[in-house]
């Protein structure tokens, strides 16, 4: 109930591309579905979050997808370049007060040339 | 400083040492939290502390983990007994009364157990 799942683990992408980055989750009392970026020896930075009362939120090259019915949402990235290469995150919480992120296992993306 | 700091940045033990992480959240956040990340895993929740609340510690694996914030401010993570397995990245995020949902993380404390 509790888990977030995430594919794929790893994705390559050429320069200009789109990157797609898929997560599931199942607790229904989820309400706010972030996005986490990492870089090597960095912590994790939201780069992008979502409520689940929109169907997408689009912020420059970075747009969030949101499935309601289907619990599932994704990280589109536009026109990738090789500074996108980092691991992302998808995570998901409750709103009121303090929330403790659920995360997905994370999917390390890299941007070729 | 401007951002969630922790200390050290790298932390080498034996097996069987006691381990003490620091955790300096951005100042005026209410919120803490301390997470694990195992190398190519995702983040593990282990706790969590809110203002004067009772802490949330229903992440923490064992009882050697134990965790302390004083008020609003400085946080220590202490892992007794070191094992092999407790060896990964340790990441302290904060975040604000306002939108607490949203956190900001550190860049961590990596863990090495040998």
């Known amino acids: 109930q509790q888990q977030v799942k995430q594919s794929p683990q790893s994705l390559i992408v050429q320069k200009g591309g789109i990157s797609i980055i898929n997560c599931a989750y199942e607790?229904?009392?989820?309400?706010?579905f972030p996005w986490y970026q990492q870089f090597p020896g960095k912590g994790p930075a939201l780069l992008i979050a979502i409520r689940p009362d929109v169907s997408e939120k689009k912020e420059g090259r970075f747009t969030i997808s949101f499935n309601k019915s289907a619990k599932q949402f994704s990280l589109h990235i536009m026109d990738s370049q090789p500074g996108d290469s980092a691991t992302y995150f998808c995570a998901a919480s409750g709103v009121q007060g303090a929330q403790k992120l659920v995360f997905g296992q994370g999917t390390r993306l890299t941007i070729n040339p | 400083g401007a951002g969630v700091s922790q200390s050290p940045s790298n932390k080498v033990t034996e097996k069987g040492k006691d381990v003490e992480l620091r955790c300096d959240p951005i100042s005026g956040h209410t919120a803490l939290y301390w997470y694990r990340q195992r190398l190519g895993q995702g983040l593990e929740f282990l706790i969590y502390?809110?203002?004067?609340?009772?802490?949330?510690k229903s992440g923490l694996p064992s009882d050697r983990f134990s965790a302390e914030r004083t008020g609003e401010s400085v946080s220590t993570l202490t892992i007794q007994r070191t094992q092999q397995e407790d060896s990964a990245v340790y990441l302290c995020a904060s975040s604000p009364a306002s939108r607490g949902y949203i956190q900001y993380f550190g860049a961590g404390t990596r863990l090495s157990v040998l």
């Open positions: 502390f809110q203002g004067n609340s009772a802490p949330d």
């Open positions: 607790n229904t009392a989820f309400d706010y």
